[in-house]
């Protein structure tokens, strides 16, 4: 019976079914585990591709293009899947606690649950702006949004808030979508405004100068009013305050900035980093418990810190996979070492993307269509 203890057979749970714990369900299902079952425990069934996220955005993708079904996956990997949100760890019961079932019994445990966001040091869970995640409230509100474009010509402003590489790239993925949905009905796209406040002094901090220069001149050609040095203290529903004196008026405020680790990890007593998120060893272990896992943005390699990026999600997968199958049969652990440099392809929302690895730096159309291929052959993998 799933959720049972039993001295044969070991319990491995994967909380979250974020991209590190996708490749490893597909990792077991090529092969099975022996003597252990697994279990997946996750929020939602279906959960995105985030490299994609921006393109669906746009319109070049359907819903089902950069979603990957979970109990699909979990099914050819043999595993259990329940659809709850986990809210704790009983460490010394060894159980995973969620919302809407009993406690789930483990032997290992990973957690790939992502980041969570921080709407504004003052108001945590401020209703008036719309973060990311959980994807289907930024799906259910974006499709409410597209609608009312396309039913009324009237004024839009539409305020993001966080200059990094996600919040350029979903600014210019919903320019491009909704002034071609202006377009395609007769109507004027002047009508539709757009901001971006981030409280740097340049866009997309963490890439060279060269790829910052670039997304500011497109940013400023396609209209778009940036406010560098403008940190956003409340938002309301009229649109955002900036260092509590500035306002400026806002129909929608779409929140991208920097995440935080999931509340409820402070109660596990596991050793958590300066932004909430779980302490790993280079196997990808707790510093604190050998039994619990931790990858993807939830987890603070703490000998290789690295940007939160899908990209380190997806390559943990493999560690992880290995060293979960080696953990439940007392074998020595693998160590990982993350790549320092990382090749990002940023779209500008149209079929045009701009590459960033370390000092690297090109733009092309032809790197929207390679990386098109790269994403759609991931995806592929999951089906
Ligand atoms: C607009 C945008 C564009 C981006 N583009 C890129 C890109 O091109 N390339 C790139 O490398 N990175 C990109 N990123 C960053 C990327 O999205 C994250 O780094 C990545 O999603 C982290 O993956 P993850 O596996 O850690 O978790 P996630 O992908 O966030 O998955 C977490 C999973 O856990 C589930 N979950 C969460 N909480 C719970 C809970 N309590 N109980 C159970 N289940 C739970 C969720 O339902 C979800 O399935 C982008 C981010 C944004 C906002």
């Not at 100068?209 to 001149?217: E, L, P, T, Y």
């Not at 290789?304 to 953990?327: D, I, M, T």
């Amino acid at each position: 019976m799933p959720g049972a203890a039993s001295s044969q057979c070991r319990d491995i749970v994967l909380v979250g079914g974020g991209h590190s714990h996708v490749g490893v369900l597909r990792r077991f299902a090529q092969k099975p585990l022996t003597n252990a079952r697994l279990h997946l425990v996750c929020r939602d069934t279906h959960t995105p591709y985030s490299g994609m996220l921006p393109g669906y955005v746009a319109g070049h993708y359907t819903y089902d293009d950069v979603h990957i079904d979970l109990p699909a996956l979990a099914q050819r990997a043999g595993a259990y899947f329940y659809q709850s949100e986990v809210n704790g760890l009983a460490r010394q019961a060894q159980q995973v606690l969620c919302d809407n079932r009993p406690p789930l019994h483990y032997d290992r445990v990973a957690i790939n649950i992502g980041s969570t966001p921080q709407l504004s040091g003052r108001h945590a869970d401020n209703e008036h702006a719309l973060a990311v995640k959980p994807i289907q409230r930024f799906n259910a509100r974006w499709l409410a949004l597209l609608e009312r474009v396309q039913a009324h010509a009237g004024p839009l402003h539409i305020a993001i808030v966080g200059g990094g590489a996600g919040g350029v790239e979903l600014l210019l993925a919903m320019q491009y979508r909704l002034q071609n949905e202006r377009k395609q009905r007769g109507y004027s796209p002047q009508t539709l405004r757009f901001s971006l406040f981030t409280r740097g002094n340049c866009l997309l901090p963490t890439h060279n100068r060269r790829v910052q220069r670039r997304f500011m001149r497109v940013l400023q050609s396609r209209g778009v009013a940036v406010h560098l040095n403008a940190p956003v203290s409340d938002v309301d529903k009229t649109g955002v305050i900036v260092e509590d004196t500035q306002h400026h008026s806002a129909d929608e405020v779409i929140w991208v900035t920097r995440a935080r680790g999931a509340s409820w990890l402070e109660n596990t007593g596991l050793a958590l980093d300066a932004h909430g998120f779980i302490q790993v060893n280079d196997t990808l272990a707790s510093l604190s418990d050998t039994k619990v896992f931790a990858a993807g943005d939830v987890a603070t390699i703490v000998n290789h810190p690295r940007e939160k990026a899908g990209v380190f999600a997806v390559r943990q997968a493999r560690p992880l996979a290995q060293n979960l199958r080696r953990s439940i049969a007392n074998q020595p652990l693998l160590h990982y070492r993350p790549q320092r440099h990382w090749l990002a392809l940023i779209s500008t929302g149209d079929r045009y993307a701009v590459a960033s690895r370390g000092r690297l730096y090109a733009s092309a159309a032809w790197l929207w269509r390679w990386k098109d291929a790269i994403d759609r052959r991931f995806m592929r993998g999951t089906i």
